[in-house]
């Protein structure tokens, strides 16, 4: 069986202490739902859906970097979104992040989050 081993850094906004920001596990990287959160206060960046997006993915890419990794690594996004009429939103900001070949996704819809959270993304990246 392989090892795994819980992964948090102080760089990025750690949702809850009862769960990692990541996990790794076998050579992948597999990190918890991340909001667009404000590194330094721990609030979010804006009530603006693109913000939200945007921070969230920032957030994703310094924990994927002091975890070892990188977006370039990113092989699945699942990107929990509590409106569903703003896919030309997230494809801007993907398409940002992933410029040439970008991870498998799903956005499904959910229902509101706390907090005026409107978008939560995991995902799984290559060590």
Do not use: H, W
């Not at 909001?35 to 960046?45: A, K, R, W």
Request: with cysteine; proline share 7%.
């Amino acid at each position: 069986m392989g090892e795994k081993r819980n992964f948090n850094t102080d760089k990025a906004p750690r949702m809850n202490t009862a769960f990692p920001q990541a996990v790794i596990a076998n050579n992948l990287v597999f990190l918890s739902g991340m909001p667009g959160l404000d590194p330094v206060s721990g609030q979010l960046v804006s009530s603006s859906f693109e913000d939200q997006t945007r921070q969230a993915f920032l957030n994703i890419k310094t924990i994927l970097e002091e975890a070892g990794s990188s977006m370039s690594s990113v092989v699945k996004t699942t990107i929990f979104m509590v409106t569903g009429n703003d896919f030309n939103v997230i494809n801007k900001v993907y398409a940002e992040f992933f410029p040439t070949d970008a991870p498998a996704r799903s956005t499904p819809q959910v229902m509101p989050f706390p907090g005026g959270i409107l978008i939560s993304i995991e995902c799984i990246a290559l060590l």
